[in-house]
């Protein structure tokens, strides 16, 4: 599965950005998509991850309240709606593929998201 991430860029503090990540090859049924991010000199952390056949999602704490997850018009791509923006959002955001609650087997190039204050 090859993953292609859009929709990163340079936003104000407060303002709203939506991700999209489109996988290409087969998703099984059990498939999960998610996205993390990382921020320079900080570790990889969890952000949201949805089951695209199924709807199932979970968020982690890191962005939770302030984001939505949800399936595309394909069941191959997710998108990711941010809100309420904060200058320690910025991080490099990244797609990823596997089976859903279970590992992550592939991940898209990343997508710069900057939040100024």
């Known amino acids: 599965v090859q993953l292609q991430a859009s929709g990163g860029g340079l936003v104000q503090a407060g303002g709203s950005l939506r991700l999209s990540c489109t996988a290409s090859?087969?998703?099984?049924?059990?498939?999960?998509m998610g996205w993390f991010r990382q921020a320079p000199g900080k570790e990889r952390e969890f952000i949201a991850a949805?089951?695209?056949?199924?709807?199932?999602?979970h968020y982690g704490d890191s962005m939770k309240g302030r984001v939505t997850i949800s399936r595309g018009d394909n069941k191959n791509t997710v998108n990711l709606q941010m809100n309420d923006l904060k200058p320690e959002d910025t991080a490099v955001y990244y797609c990823?593929?596997?089976?859903?609650?279970?590992?992550?087997?592939?991940w898209g190039q990343g997508t710069q998201v900057t939040v100024s204050s």
């Open positions: 949805i089951r695209p056949s199924v709807g199932n999602r």
């Open positions: 090859g087969r998703m099984f049924s059990s498939a999960g």
């Open positions: 990823a593929a596997g089976t859903y609650g279970s590992s992550w087997s592939s």
